[in-house]
């Protein structure tokens, strides 16, 4: 994610939704809260994808609420097949 370096609002999450590219079910949910913006104004959020086995998958992130939008300028994957 980036925004503006050094910045921080409290409650600011990131939800991610693994599904899974065969069936479309929903594998797995998960929040976190975002942190203080680095210098370069970044922030990198890092998820845990367990019992997915060898199955493709597809993943979204999303910034829910709308100070998310605000405080976050944009949010990307580096990869965005896993």
Known sequence: M?????????????????????????VSQQTKEV????AEGEYHVGFWLTNTGCEPLHLTARLPGAMSAKFISRLSAENEHV
């Open 35 to 38: 942190g203080v913006l680095s």
């Open 2 to 26: 980036k925004g503006v370096p050094g910045s921080y609002k409290p409650k600011v999450m990131v939800r991610l939704t693994t599904t899974s590219e065969q069936t479309g079910k929903v």
